[in-house]
């Protein structure tokens, strides 16, 4: 096995890590990072850093596409499109060694569901530009797939957390907020449960769309308050969405309000989560950090 990470970022390092401590030290891992700011870190992990910014090629990647047996999609779209497609389809695809890819998407493509519980046969209709595009990339890998008989997994992940970004931190740092939306749910997924689920996918070739999120879609202000109370501090004062100070983009999550059903990836890989809901998981962090 020979790993490609396009976008060697939070949860493709969170999958390096779990190659390295479940399967084997010695499988070769090459991932890709924007500038060099981060290749120390990485060689430090027996990890090949490639600089990729999305914008140039670089030839260096030619050879690790036609070596690799695995490649692992981490990076969003931006005005043009899908980066790695627009840039490494051909190289892809003369790939004699390549085995499975997987594509990290959202699930934000399903768009505004009105708290309604959905699975993979929902209707998608994204509500933001970011989702849309991500629907485009999906399309565009799924066909590559069909038309290159290559197994295909796409990923809708949603929202993740995980050591350094939880509501822990936020509550640390000061910028922890408890804002109110009546019947607002939003759905999470650790990230080292991404990790897990995306290496034995490896593993099995596993092909296919799929949910994943944890267990129990959540209104944002419980999981706040049940930090606040792991950490032994008096909650965020409640704030209407209405008078919320929100980014635009941070005030835009919350058109789109779904419980997403997880069931299909795990009875396709016959496991459950190691985090099942936001409690286990803020749990395990601060049992971490301590």
Same mark, same amino acid.
């Given at each position: 096995m020979r790993f490609l990470f396009f976008g060697m970022g939070y949860s493709s390092l969170a999958c390096a890590s779990f190659i390295r401590n479940e399967l084997s030290k010695d499988i070769k891992i090459t991932g890709t990072i924007r500038n060099d700011e981060n290749a120390s870190g990485l060689l430090e992990q027996n990890i090949k850093p490639i600089i990729f910014d999305g914008e140039n090629s670089n030839h260096s990647l030619n050879e690790e596409i036609k070596q690799a047996s695995h490649i692992i999609i981490s990076i969003a779209p931006n005005e043009m499109g899908d980066v790695v497609f627009n840039h490494y389809q051909q190289q892809i695809n003369k790939a004699k060694d390549l085995k499975w890819i997987c594509y990290f998407s959202t699930i934000g493509v399903y768009g505004n569901q009105n708290g309604a519980l959905i699975d993979e046969s929902a209707k998608c209709e994204p509500t933001n530009l970011r989702s849309i595009e991500r629907l485009k990339v999906e399309k565009l890998w799924c066909d590559f797939a069909e038309k290159n008989n290559v197994p295909l997994l796409i990923l809708r992940l949603a929202g993740i957390y995980g050591e350094g970004r939880s509501n822990l931190d936020k509550l640390k740092n000061g910028t922890?907020?408890?804002?109110?939306?009546?019947?607002?749910?939003?759905?999470?997924?650790?990230?080292?449960?991404?990790?897990?689920?995306?290496?034995?996918?490896?593993?099995?070739?596993?092909?296919?769309?799929?949910?994943?999120?944890? $267990?129990?879609?959540?209104?944002?202000?419980?999981?706040?308050?049940? %930090?606040? !109370? *792991?950490?032994?501090?008096? #909650?965020?004062?409640?704030?209407?969405?209405?008078?919320?100070?929100?980014?635009?983009?941070?005030?835009?999550?919350?058109? $789109?309000?779904?419980?997403?059903?997880?069931?299909?990836?795990?009875? %396709?890989? !016959? *496991?459950?989560?190691?985090? #099942?809901?936001?409690?286990?998981?803020?749990?395990?962090?601060?049992?971490?950090?301590?």
């Open positions: 922890a907020k408890r804002i109110i939306k009546q019947g607002q749910v939003f759905n999470r997924i650790h990230v080292k449960d991404i990790a897990r689920t995306t290496i034995l996918a490896a593993q099995q070739k596993l092909s296919g769309t799929f949910n994943l999120s944890d $267990d129990e879609p959540a209104p944002p202000q419980d999981v706040v308050s049940f %930090a606040a !109370n *792991i950490l032994g501090q008096k #909650p965020p004062p409640e704030i209407t969405f209405e008078n919320a100070k929100m980014s635009k983009m941070a005030r835009s999550f919350y058109n $789109d309000n779904k419980r997403v059903c997880n069931s299909a990836i795990k009875q %396709a890989l !016959n *496991i459950e989560l190691l985090y #099942p809901t936001y409690r286990q998981g803020l749990n395990a962090i601060y049992r971490c950090d301590s």
